[in-house]
Every structure is written in C-alpha cells, then in structure tokens.
C-alpha cells in the first residue's frame, strides 16, 4: 500500500502537470500560434490524459480531502472557483473545452459553473481565455 506522503506526491504531480498545460495553452493563446499548432497540442494532451483519466478522477477525489489539509481545509471551505457573469457570457462554451477538471457544463443551454470545487485552487487561466469580454471571475488574493 502507497503511504500517504507518496498518495500526496502524487497528486502533486497530477496537479502541476494540469497547471502547466493550462499556462502552456494560454502562452500559445497570447502568442497566437498557428491554430493547428495548438490543435495538435490539445490532441497530444488529450492522448495523455485518456487512458487514465478514470483511475485518475477516481485517484483525485478520493485522496484530495487528504491534500487540502496542506490548508488546514476541507476543499468546500476553500472559497476559490469562478464566477460567471451572465451579462458579459457569449455562450461560446470555450471554457468547457479548456478547463481540464471538467468544472463548467451546459444546463439548459447555458454554460456554468457545474462543479466549482473541482477548480485547482489558485488556477485563473480559463479567466484569460474567455472572450474579450472577461465573463469569468475569481477572488482578488489568491489562497494562501
Ligand atoms: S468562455 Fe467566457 S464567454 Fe465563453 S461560455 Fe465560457 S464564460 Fe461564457
Ligand atoms: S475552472 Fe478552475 S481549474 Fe478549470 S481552467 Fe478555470 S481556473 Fe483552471
């Protein structure tokens, strides 16, 4: 059986590589690199994370309570996911597609915000992608 200090490298692991996809789709964004360029990224990441990503979902959920007490919190304590402003959302769904831990979804065929504690605590970059507008927010500090 795995110790708890490895279940919590691990998952460390797990979240730094979501992380760093997320601010690597987000430089080729601002960079407006050629479109298949970050197409063929977006398959190669999505190559990488299907095989596993029902072990790893079940991995996650199962042993991040265990990791949110690096904050001394349970993870619905931690007041960290985004807010969608309605007056400013085009419905353009990009934030479904970019968001790795599948926190947005489309009810009645509006987007939302479906499973906020879901979000990678301290993670904005979905807020850099959305439209011009800026329909996405977060909290003003980061936690610490
Ligand atoms: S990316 Fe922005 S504008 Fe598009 S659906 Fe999501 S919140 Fe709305
Ligand atoms: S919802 Fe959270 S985890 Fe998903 S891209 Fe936005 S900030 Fe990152």
């Known amino acids: 059986m795995i110790d708890l200090d490895k279940k919590i490298e691990l998952l460390k692991k797990i979240r730094q590589f979501l992380i760093i996809n997320l601010e690597i789709?987000?430089?080729?964004?601002e960079l407006n690199?050629?479109?298949?360029?970050?197409?063929?990224?977006e398959e190669v990441t999505k190559i990488v994370?299907?095989?596993?990503?029902?072990?790893?979902?079940?991995?996650?959920?199962?042993?991040?309570?265990?990791f949110y007490e690096e904050y001394g919190k349970k993870r619905k304590d931690i007041p960290w996911y985004p807010k969608i402003d309605y007056t400013k959302c085009k419905n353009c769904k990009k934030c479904i597609?970019?968001?790795?831990?599948?926190?947005y979804d489309v009810e009645n065929g509006k987007v939302v915000v479906?499973?906020?504690?879901?979000?990678?605590?301290?993670?904005?970059?979905?807020?850099?992608?959305c439209c011009e507008n800026n329909a996405i927010s977060f909290p003003d500090t980061k936690i610490n």
């Open 25 to 29: 789709k987000k430089l080729m964004q």
């Open 33 to 41: 690199v050629d479109r298949d360029i970050y197409e063929a990224y």
């Open 49 to 66: 994370r299907q095989p596993n990503i029902k072990l790893y979902r079940q991995y996650y959920d199962a042993i991040k309570e265990m």
């Open 97 to 103: 597609s970019f968001c790795p831990r599948g926190v």
């Open 114 to 129: 479906k499973y906020p504690y879901s979000c990678i605590i301290n993670c904005n970059a979905c807020s850099t992608m």
